[in-house]
């Protein structure tokens, strides 16, 4: 049985959906007004895994990622590039989804924009409202009353004594409560608004997640994800406005990704540390990232180093090799195999791809001995539930990033013609000068029966 960490509980957990063969899924997805960094490509491929052994297991998933197109930040951005926030918005949106597909990610099955939810918004705050969890401060804000809702804390352990004001909450004299957060916000000067019961304005971060996520897949669901970052106040926040509008259970199991790390620091924009995934993808192979990604447990830190990347190549270009000379497709995973049997275990403890990546190692160097059509095919099958190894072995290994990329093998196959010919001719020392040049540069040959054949180190 699939076993998951829950944030909520601080525990793994049998996962057990509310609908049997069945599970809804929500993740946080990006607020657009910059480029995707590293930190993002962590969220969209860990639960990009998620989704997808979920429905490996056989349960029909809905899987819901949002985009926040309203927002303090994508205000800010828009003014100072002077474009509309719609402008903005579609430009990064755009930006996001190639990087999303260079990243082998899966498309979620919703991926709502939050100003198209703003009806529903004004229903779930009117409900808060109606429930005297709600109120509207001098200042015409509508803010959530954190101290009236009996469970806040339970997500992140916070206990409201610790919440001293000035520390993590804004402190703020029109609020009841400094601890108090905002629903509905005023309309501004040079801010795009929309009207209300409480006047014009715009709807708070927290309270969008909340509405899209109850409209799309109900009150109740299966599994809520995010960064760890946001934990706390985001998701403690959604948790109290959709259970003290509905009167229930809001998620059953919480899920959350650790940080990206740089030099011991946590990556992030704030701190001017971040690292574009366009930025990275100009260096590294996609799927490289993508398996650089999956070699750390989604809960554990995530290191990155250049050194750690082209570790990660080094180590994916020995799964393509393993393949390399055996004419096998994918084939439907043979589930009884020794091989598959440890991965599901792997899988099932948590989405554990560490263990999972090993058992493909193992899996490879059993290639390596046997030759074999079959376990070749079942190598393939298995990688391809963590979307690697769906490449021709000879493309990938001879792959690179830059953007020299045709002329950079149009180089390689005219040194290679160079060496045929000069082995031709009996120039043996030229060949091997050839061959040795080529190594330099980090281009392996590997002759055979059928010809040279090639690969970057």
């Known amino acids: 049985m699939l076993k998951i960490y829950n944030s909520l509980a601080r525990e793994k957990q049998d996962f057990v959906p509310i609908n049997p063969g069945e599970a809804r899924m929500y993740v946080c997805g990006?607020?657009?007004?910059?480029?995707?960094h590293l930190g993002h490509a962590r969220v969209l491929v860990v639960f990009d895994i998620v989704q997808r052994w979920l429905r490996a297991s056989g349960l029909r998933v809905t899987?819901?990622?949002?985009?926040?197109?309203?927002?303090?930040?994508?205000?800010?951005?828009?003014?100072?590039?002077?474009?509309?926030?719609a402008e903005l918005s579609e430009h990064f949106i755009t930006f996001m989804n190639e990087d999303a597909a260079a990243l082998g990610i899966e498309p979620p099955d919703h991926e709502p924009r939050a100003t198209a939810y703003v009806p529903q918004m004004l229903d779930l705050i009117g409900q808060l409202e109606k429930n005297g969890l709600a109120y509207q401060a001098k200042d015409g804000d509508v803010n959530f009353a954190v101290r009236k809702f009996a469970g806040y804390g339970k997500l992140s352990g916070k206990s409201l004594d610790?919440?001293?004001?000035?520390e993590r909450v804004e402190v703020d004299?029109?609020?009841?409560?400094?601890?108090?957060?905002?629903?509905?916000?005023?309309?501004?000067?040079?801010?795009?608004?929309?009207?209300?019961?409480?006047?014009?304005?715009?709807?708070?971060?927290?309270?969008?997640?909340?509405?899209?996520?109850?409209?799309?897949?109900?009150?109740?669901?299966?599994?809520h994800g995010g960064g760890q970052?946001?934990?706390?106040?985001?998701?403690?926040?959604?948790?109290?406005?959709?259970?003290?509008?509905?009167?229930?259970?809001?998620?059953?199991?919480?899920?959350?990704?650790?940080?990206?790390?740089?030099?011991?620091?946590?990556?992030?924009?704030?701190?001017?540390?971040?690292?574009?995934?366009?930025?990275?993808?100009?260096?590294?192979?996609?799927?490289?990232?993508?398996?650089?990604?999956?070699?750390a447990h989604y809960r554990s830190p995530l290191n990155y180093s250049d050194s750690h990347l082209d570790d990660a190549r080094q180590a994916l270009s020995r799964l393509y090799t393993a393949l390399k000379s055996v004419d096998a497709e994918a084939s439907p995973v043979d589930w009884e195999e020794p091989h598959a049997l440890r991965f599901t275990q792997a899988m099932n403890d948590d989405f554990n791809t560490p263990e999972a990546c090993a058992v493909l190692f193992d899996l490879a160097a059993e290639v390596n001995r046997s030759r074999s059509p079959a376990l070749a095919g079942q190598l393939r099958a298995l990688a391809g539930l963590l979307g690697l190894l769906t490449r021709d072995p000879q493309v990938f290994l001879q792959?690179?990033?830059?953007?020299?990329?045709?002329?950079?093998?149009?180089?390689?196959?005219a040194r290679i013609a160079e060496r045929v010919a000069a082995k031709k001719n009996k120039d043996y020392a030229a060949a091997d000068r050839i061959r040795g040049e080529l190594l330099a540069a980090g281009i392996v040959l590997?002759?055979?029966?059928?010809?040279?054949?090639?690969?970057?180190q």
């Open 173 to 223: 004299s029109a609020k009841g409560d400094p601890l108090d957060f905002v629903l509905w916000k005023h309309a501004r000067e040079n801010e795009p608004f929309w009207p209300s019961p409480w006047g014009n304005g715009r709807p708070g971060w927290h309270i969008e997640c909340s509405a899209m996520s109850s409209d799309l897949l109900g009150k109740h669901f299966d599994i």
């Open 229 to 295: 970052d946001l934990q706390f106040p985001h998701h403690e926040n959604e948790i109290a406005q959709s259970e003290g509008a509905h009167g229930c259970q809001f998620v059953n199991y919480w899920m959350h990704n650790g940080f990206v790390r740089v030099a011991e620091e946590k990556m992030s924009k704030s701190l001017g540390n971040f690292f574009t995934i366009r930025e990275i993808l100009k260096k590294y192979d996609a799927e490289v990232v993508r398996f650089f990604i999956l070699r």
């Open 162 to 166: 610790d919440l001293r004001a000035g």
């Open 30 to 36: 990006m607020t657009v007004y910059d480029y995707c």
């Open 399 to 413: 792959a690179t990033p830059s953007s020299e990329t045709e002329a950079s093998i149009a180089h390689v196959e």
């Open 63 to 85: 899987y819901v990622r949002n985009i926040t197109d309203i927002d303090d930040k994508i205000i800010k951005r828009a003014l100072e590039n002077k474009q509309s926030i």
């Open 446 to 456: 590997e002759d055979s029966a059928a010809g040279t054949t090639w690969r970057r």
